[in-house]
């Protein structure tokens, strides 16, 4: 018997969840719930995270939660609760099967079965973003290696357990050498311990137009934050059934399952909405606790009631459905097909598995780090970047010498090109003279000196080197 969360959610929220609860409960899964309020009402009641300390305790004692989709009401100062939970809680995988249903789905994809799985939680979405010059803003990209282990871990770890064969990893690491050359040299790591598993690597902007031209190259396919974000909804899409997925969202300790459309507010109480995404999530939810028999034997009775031509208004189509029904009747019809599979559509098999088995991220023992030299970046509202070099040479020390400047990661000094277009933002790296190690207090002191030659500097970054090896990107044209 595992204990769970349950919120209903708004709008459709109760009665696909409904829905979803008999269907499981008629299928024997062994579940306790505790149901939860969260949402409208706890918004308007002035809470604006949208959920209650008492709530958060529920969660986090019972550590698994299904959630039905909330309305944010309109107006500013309501966080987005998904947002809040996934971070609060550290689910830092987001899991989105995508399968077409064809023909009882239409699509141009036919026999597109994909999973994404999306890092949840760092890459350009740790929302560290700063205005530094008139005219340049930054966003940090952060990629570490607990949390690509972690992602790329659960990657291989799930497709071991739903029996597929492949994982895919998506980066753009010949640009992003660091960030994403560490998500794929993990991803190489990690693979190498599941050799029975097929793996590959695509620079992203080629895989994505390969995922949705033919997605049936694929199987399951780990990324980064920012492209999972985008090709999750990608992927949804062109399965014909975007209103059909669910979504898992992983952590150490705590999960959260889910739909992935919202909360319909139109359709709400007219026993008209499809539970299909819900009873997704809610599968999702049975294969990560181990109660895989009763996600297999639920899977298969929705994929048998969709190929019965048994449709909610959202999905039925005159001559291909049989029967339009509601919300109550389509979970009736699941349930009385339950025991039974799918003839057209492939049945699924995932019982004998078992709950995922996630270690604990180690900390490697620390590298040998030694500082190698120093990026000063200057607001300068020049043009030609000879006279800002002329300047910052003055800040040189005995060991540290002035070895680039570049603009948008352009070189431009030394021997950069006229035609190479500037803004207000250079960075000026420093070196140590000998090729060695620099002394961290020259960094103060360059800023010090700067301030008195009225030098505007706005960040610096030191150059490290780990084991020996430099683990910075140079300048492009350096
Ligand atoms: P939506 O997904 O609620 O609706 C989009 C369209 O799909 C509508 O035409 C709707 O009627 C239809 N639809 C969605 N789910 C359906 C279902 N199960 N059966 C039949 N038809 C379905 O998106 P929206 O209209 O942009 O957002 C409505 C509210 O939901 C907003 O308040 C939004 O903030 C919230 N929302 C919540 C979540 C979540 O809780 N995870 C996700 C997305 C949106």
Redesign the pocket.
């Given at each position: 018997m595992t204990r769970i969360t349950v919120a209903k959610?708004?709008?459709?929220g109760p009665e696909?969840m409904v829905a979803t609860l008999a269907i499981l409960k008629a299928a024997g899964a062994q579940l306790e719930i505790d149901e939860i309020e969260v949402?409208e009402k706890v918004y308007l009641s002035g809470n604006t995270s949208g959920i209650s300390n008492e709530s958060w305790d529920v969660i986090r004692r019972n550590k698994i939660f299904l959630?039905?989709?909330?309305?944010?009401?309109q107006g500013g100062g309501y966080k987005s609760?998904?947002v809040t939970t996934r971070k609060f809680l550290g689910l830092y995988a987001n899991v989105r099967p995508c399968k077409s249903l064809h023909p009882f789905v239409e699509t141009k994809h036919p026999v597109m079965d994909v999973v994404i799985v999306r890092e949840n939680e760092e890459d350009l979405y740790a929302g560290i973003e700063h205005q530094q010059t008139d005219e340049v803003v930054q966003c940090l990209k952060l990629i570490s290696r607990p949390g690509c282990e972690k992602i790329i871990r659960y990657a291989f770890e799930y497709t071991k357990q739903q029996n597929r064969k492949k994982v895919t990893c998506f980066t753009k690491d010949n640009i992003m050498k660091q960030t994403d050359g560490l998500f794929h040299q993990v991803f190489n790591e990690i693979a190498a311990e599941y050799p029975e598993i097929e793996n590959e690597h695509w620079i992203i902007d080629i895989g994505a137009a390969k995922m949705a031209d033919t997605p049936e190259a694929f199987d399951v396919i780990v990324m980064p934050n920012l492209y999972g974000d985008i090709l999750s909804d990608v992927a949804a899409q062109i399965t014909g059934s975007v209103?059909l997925a669910g979504s898992a969202n992983i952590g150490e300790e705590c999960s959260m399952f889910?739909?992935?459309?919202?909360?319909?507010?139109?359709?709400a109480g007219q026993n008209?909405?499809?539970?299909?995404?819900?009873l997704q999530g809610a599968i999702l939810m049975l294969n990560h606790i181990g109660q895989t028999d009763v996600a297999e034997k639920v899977q298969n009775a929705w994929l048998k009631t969709l190929e019965d031509g048994v449709h909610?208004?959202?999905i039925f189509k005159e001559g291909s459905s049989k029967e339009k029904v509601g919300t109550k009747e389509f979970a009736e019809a699941v349930i009385a097909r339950l025991g039974q599979k799918p003839v057209t559509l492939q049945p699924v098999s995932y019982a004998g598995s078992e709950a995922l088995q996630l270690p604990k991220y180690k900390r490697k023992p620390a590298a040998n780090k030694s500082l190698i030299g120093v990026d000063v970046f200057v607001h300068w509202q020049g043009e030609n970047p000879n006279e800002l070099a002329e300047q910052i040479k003055q800040l040189e020390k005995e060991n540290l010498v002035l070895k680039m400047i570049t603009n948008r990661g352009i070189k431009v000094w030394p021997d950069g090109f006229k035609e190479t277009f500037c803004t207000d933002h250079w960075r000026c790296r420093f070196h140590a003279k000998d090729g060695g190690e620099i002394n961290k207090n020259a960094i103060p002191a360059i800023l010090h000196e700067a301030n008195g030659l009225a030098i505007d500097t706005i960040k610096t970054e030191n150059l490290y080197a780990f084991d020996g090896k430099p683990s910075f990107s140079l300048g492009q044209g350096q």
């Open positions: 959610g708004d709008g459709i696909i949402g959630k039905a989709p909330i309305t944010t009401p609760l998904n209103g889910e739909a992935i459309h919202g909360s319909a507010p139109r359709r008209l909405a499809n539970p299909s995404g819900l909610t208004y959202d």
